[in-house]
């Protein structure tokens, strides 16, 4: 039976980056790639943080020529409803960055990563979808459906939302829905998007247009189900004009290209992120709508810290609580996301009138009021770098203040 310190079940995009992560870490690394699901037609936004750390693994120059900067963020209220909030943009030259982050294909990826994977010794790759696992004091036993067992200290279950790993390691899951898909395409456009990205918040949801290199772009477009399965069917003709029209002819003429395809929206979240010998990462341990660019972001920060966890002395065994670990470590951060993003895709939903009127009021704070702006900004591309910083910068005003006020009392003794 071969033996390994971690095995990686899921060769997704989550999977893939931890089980690279963690034999760049030192450890020795089975990764089990089950049956590939269809072509994915998606885009991922990933966020400065995530960026840093694709250039870590030294990703990011085989990912830079597929990626297109995203430099200002702005959100525009398309609803028809009688409190309608203001645009608001959000420039990353504000708060010193080039971009806050970059949209890429996920295919792309997959394609960079597939290459990196198949390059790197500390990772065997195993065409196989895991059957059975069996856990035990020392690891875990698996049993994969080409008759192979594997055996490792440590396992991560990167298996996607119906997690066998999770299942097994006997966590349940809180799941929801919405009365939403997102309708997911590229499109090419006349006009240059300078590296812009705008979403028009919609009574059906919110319709968000970002940035592909060139002069295409994506579109995550969030209606009720069935009129995601009547767009996605239309000619592409017709539904470049909805798009064009949609997009108030922001971008110029649109042509959309072929592969538009429907993913219904619902919420998943593991009650524990971590047990004992196994952690859970990407969707198997977090889902939500695709709101504000997280689910990945998210999952990266998993991998992120099963590298502080597993890979901080790669020469000592695993121990059998890393799980419970990663658990307490991830809890605040996958807890807030999901909540931030839930209430955000309810608040456009809602026709309930104070609803409406926090939303657009929460606009208008963030419109008027830079350094807000400025800390929501930070917080996007890197949890607790915003809010986080929050006490220090108000230490640090109020600090401001009273050596200003001390300054000015000083100089009337001085004065006097
Ligand atoms: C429309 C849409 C747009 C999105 N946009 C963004 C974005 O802009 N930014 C962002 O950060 N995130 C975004 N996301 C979220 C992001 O796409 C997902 O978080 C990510 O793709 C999930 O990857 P995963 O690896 O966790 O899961 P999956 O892609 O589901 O991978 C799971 C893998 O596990 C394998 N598997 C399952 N069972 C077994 C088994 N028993 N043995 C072996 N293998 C197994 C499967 O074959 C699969 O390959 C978006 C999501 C949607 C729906």
Known sequence: MRQFDIAVIGAGLAGSVAALAMARGGRSVVLVAGPRSGADGRTTALMDQSIGFMARLGLWDEIAPFAAGLSTMQIIDGTKRLLRAPPVSFRSAEIGIDAFGYNMANRDLMAVLEKALAQEPGVSLVQAEAQSLAFDDGGVTIA?????????????GADGRNSKTRETAGVSVRRWSYPQSA??????????HHNVSTEF????????????PG???SLVWVVEPAEAT????LPLEELSRLVETRMQSLLGKVSVEEGA??????????????????????????AFPPIGAQGLNLSLRDVMALEDILCADPQRPIAADAGDVFDRRRRVDVISRTASVDILNRSLLSSFLPVQMLRAAGL???????????LVMREGVEPGRGFGSFPAL????????????NGKEQAGYGQD
Not at 144 to 156: C, M, P, Q, Y
Not at 365 to 372: E, N, Q, T
């Open 144 to 156: 994969l459906d080409s008759g192979e067992t594997l055996f490792a200290a440590f396992v991560i």
């Open 183 to 192: 309708l997911v395409l590229n499109f090419a456009h006349t006009v240059p």
């Open 201 to 212: 918040h919609t009574e059906t949801g919110p319709f968000t247009q970002v940035p592909l």
């Open 215 to 217: 002069q295409r772009s």
């Open 230 to 233: 009547r767009l996605a069917a």
């Open 261 to 286: 395809q429907c993913w219904p929206l619902s919420g998943m979240t593991a009650l524990r992120y971590g047990k004992g010998r196994a952690a859970f990462i990407g969707e198997a341990a977090h």
């Open 364 to 374: 208008h704070l963030l419109k008027s009021v830079a350094p807000l702006r400025h």
């Open 394 to 405: 108000l230490r640090e005003k109020i600090g401001r203040q009273a050596s200003g006020r």
